[in-house]
């Protein structure tokens, strides 16, 4: 709970946008995986704003984040004990946000962290900055080098952004999406998309879409019959990253317009082995995973910090007009792709190791 | 994990459908709650089926459902230590369900309990029934208990039965929807979905829908800020009942093609307080409630057991084709409207219990 | 935390003394397990007062102590979910005790449970009567099955009671000691036994002693390295038995007085195999089991109930004279030795459940 | 579990004797804290070999343990998220250590590191070492100064080394005993200590020693009634520390051999509060805290690193003779006292915290 994510393979989180750095502390790694940190440096690259997938759609902010392992590797391998990560803040000009300290920004956390703790930490967001998500990133991607042993592969990339569906403009081709501008499915919406995000940029407002996540190979069996059921738990974990505010699994809200007949799917033998004809469930069924591909979607909602005037208060209660400058993202999409990854990585991990302890 | 659910407010829940009941034992719950039997029982009998609200789309079967604490209850009082109950099953056929022992029912978990456990008890779904949900409910008829002193008040009702929406047919009253038959916000639309039902049952066939769930009165501060967050937390709930295949919160898909503009909630001073003029974000920002009514839907899929013949396959992979008679329901919703509340309940509750040790 | 124990194989507890029952839910128990009830039973009955073992230490309170599984158990073999298991409290004579209501028992728990939560119920001690073992022995004997698959057993018995030495009058010979009174290692102490415990029930007082717990086939490599080490799981497992005020593992209270040279386990090769010369150590170093013997010791103090007169308070702070007559054991050996044996079958099998994810 | 300890004021604890350094993640620490750095920083230089308490006995190799806070601090106060900290290894000779990489070092975890993990980091001793506990020093700092808001005093000193009792040569002054060598309880013991390790130094070998923990002022009501009661908890915490071989709480081994008349701790009232005459129970009955200090002995092992020569096995098993020399210690007991009292600090903070939310 609080800022630890998982049962075996565990996440512990820390810091803050402005702080010294981010940095997490893994445990239940399994000794003897190769830590490939080029890989692991890699993906968190991905998150990077300012990198050439997200130059358009975000932020302009250079951003170093190199990770430096601190605990947990001796001579490239994992030692099963707490393996620790540290990424640097750099170049973090606390100053642009201090104007900001007194101000209680819509669509933030700032009134509620004060109304939780009392004091907060205002520099950039402090704990709830989008560069927290570097933690997951990295955990995720030592979680998929574990997973990749097991041959088990996980996608994301964005279906829709803005109401702009990549499939409406070319066949979904998302197993290369890492090397496209937004992790795009296809080259062919990207001009669309482009042409959206300057369109809303120059009304000084922000966008959301959906993000798609895929795994494959993942062996059934995997989650816990009633309480921890995968399905549940990849809600937690994929609503547990800020600005998605619904989650589906499968077909997910057209369940509610099926009927039976049409939702359920069919089993039939192939070869040796019992398959399903369809994959309505998304490749879980009372929340145990059916061997099927993991799928599911991520709603994403418009980043808060908006260039456009709006109404607010300060923190004494004071009515202001507020008008976010600066070197805000106009779409979270290219950002939050590699962290819902990241996301899924973890759970798939610790759902496999949960499961290895049960004869 | 596993068959518990709650970090402080906890229940861990036991039991199939055809053993020898369901029961609980909820731990961390305060000492000295005034154990009202008769409201936990109410809300009990409120999922039955056969009951007065849920009888035309429910099935038949009678079931008596009487609640027993056997621990933790003194002179009316809870003690702080272990709250054990326990319901009876009474008057379940096992043989009706022997003949499906063998044959791998789409749509339910037939086959990844094998999968992932080897045995499995067979006898009317055994562990993931649909009756383990009277755990939960009663579990979380104690937490509404506890949650009542602060004033915190929970409603769930039907959006929408198989796409038709109550709003089309008449205003949304839900504050009395459990006095109405489906739980329905309004009289108005009651006819619709019953005569889609019985068009339904016609055609063999099952229906799904959505559930709204309104939390008002939660104060602000309640969630962790990174993993546990109150919207992460209230989604592992929703989505780890059976069905439930996608979860929303606030304006939830809606936002993916919502602009910043639009999403984000103002804030202004009213009297004394600085108060939302909107409630876009469903009571939850940054993971943390704001103090606005916490609003989330649930979507729910049609029903896996149909009479209609569908193709599946024996344990031993042969071929059969399938018809699923008996007593079974059309469709879920009037049935896991008490389950969604009670799961709300929880996690309000241990949330509540959890920031008490903020200081 | 609270009523739960363990991380994987998990027993969570319920129920009082003079309630409906006493029970628990075991969680994590590996699916396929043939549940021998027979031999569950058994290992309750050994903490039975009354029993042939415990006779004249012990109460003379007749208890029936019947276990029922209600769930988690189809055609003998544990399914892999919730394992609910509860013993009926029968011919409890609460009145006997009503008298004790208002007073705080010296050497009780009475004055705490008032101090903690406010309300209590006083029947027979309540949460904190030695009733709520069975839930122990019952969820250990279960793990001891599983354990059995392994190898590994486990024996527990009186090293002393009173300061009277087992070894000081015959051979310790523990492999068969619960066919024996008082779970005794040898049957030449039992008469030294029986006549300090006469002396001293005459002297109206009651008599502490020493456990021994030793198990045998525990694999290396048990216990997390730096908080869940092996030893530390113990003692906390041992400590948290009623009436145990000291745990020591291998030479134990010696090593404080011991040199590096003596204490030291010199390691040498045996055919292919390295095996260590000595067990000072008790099985465990660092944290993790060495593949020897585990080896454990725990005080036991004398029963705070007792016949003799004493100065105490009403719950009111009226002092009065307390004499506690009644049923009451004079010594808690007997009984507390299966309890001490299942919370070592707990423990052993969680690590073993939690090492298995290692891979 | 693993490398986390606490289930609301938690401590997660990273790396190794010679990788980059020793840190460490509290999470669950109320807001609002002022953090004295300086405090902590004092806490940990007492555990720091070479300090002017501990040169005698301790060893010669400096180590500058500088403790930097890596987040969850703003403005000199905690925010409440997650409060990292990190120490760096400096000046550590990997080479020194490098020649026993392949030697099964007696009374070290060096060959149940590779039995459970199949990899280690041999460079001095890994997780393993001594060094982990600079993260248990600097937590339990953070958890005394939130504990000295309760007024609560938290003392430990060695009661004896190698059998040398400090109350044999003067009277125990132990609320100051964190100025003098050894934490001695009093001058007068000192100079037999010196001269008792001397020696030993000289005839190559080590001591162990007992450590007294006395808390004060700690209220009555903390502890969970069954399984996570106090004194299991404590003796999980002192015996989770390496070298700990026993545990005693209260009168502990004496108990055994104890009366009940002797042993129970009499009530009175003393103006308007309840009281308990005497201590035996060393402030926990039940498992919950009485409002007596609580008091608790740790038995400490002598140090395995002896300068003496033993017979061990390589990896290969190959037979040798090994003789440690280089910068050990020669009696833990200096070093570990700081230890100790953190992790007391740490269960008490822990304890106070869970017991709030029983309201």
């Known amino acids: 709970m609080f800022n630890t994510f998982g049962s075996i393979f565990r996440l512990t989180s820390f810091g803050e946008s ?12 399994p000794a003897g995986l190769i830590l490939d940190e080029a890989f ?30 601190l605990s947990g590797v001796y001579e490239g391998k994992t030692t099963g004990t707490s393996l620790a990560f540290f990424v640097e803040n750099i170049n973090q000009k606390s100053h642009d946000y201090m104007k900001l300290a007194e101000v209680y920004r819509p669509g933030h956390a700032d009134k509620v962290y004060d109304d939780k703790y009392g004091v907060r930490d205002p520099r950039g967001g402090g704990r709830s900055s989008g560069r927290e998500t570097i933690a997951r990133v ?56 482009d042409k959206r995000i300057n369109e809303v940029r120059n009304n000084l407002d922000t966008v959301g879409g959906i993000v798609r996540i895929e795994a494959y190979n993942v062996p059934a069996g995997l989650g816990e019959p009633v309480f921890q059921k995968l399905d549940a738990y990849l809600s937690y974990a994929l609503m547990g990253v800020g600005a998605v505010k619904a989650v589906e699994i499968g077909d997910g809200v057209l369940v509610a317009t ?61 009515d202001i007009l507020l008008s976010i400058g600066g070197r805000h993202d106009i779409c979270a999409i290219p950002r939050i792709v590699p962290v819902l990854k990241a996301m899924t990585a973890l759970v798939i991990a610790d759902m496999i190791l949960l499961q290895k302890r049960m004869d």
């Not at 998150?47 to 951003?63: C, H, M, V, Y």
Request: with cysteine; hydrophobic share 30%.
């Open 138 to 193: 990295v955990a995720g991607a030592v979680a998929e080098l574990y997973l990749k042993q097991y041959g088990i592969e996980i996608y994301a990339y964005p279906l829709a952004i803005d109401g702009i569906y990549a499939q409406d403009y070319g066949e979904l081709s998302f197993s290369n999406a890492d090397t496209r501008k937004y992790f795009a499915p296809n080259e062919e919406v990207i001009p669309y998309w």
């Open 18 to 29: 402005h702080g010294m750095g981010i940095g997490g502390v893994i445990d239940g790694c």
């Open 258 to 318: 099926s009927r039976g007949s049409q939702n359920n799917d069919s089993l039939y033998k192939k070869n040796k082995e019992i398959c399903y004809q369809t994959n309505h469930a998304g490749g879980i069924l009372g929340g145990i995973s059916t061997g099927e591909p993991i799928l599911a979607n991520a709603y994403v909602k418009p980043i808060p910090s908006i260039a456009k005037e709006q109404k607010t208060v300060t923190k004494q209660g004071e």
């Open 40 to 69: 692991i440096q890699e993906q968190l690259d991905k998150r990077k704003p300012g990198n050439s997938f997200a130059s358009q759609a975000g932020t302009t902010r250079k951003e170093a984040d190199k990770v430096v392992f």
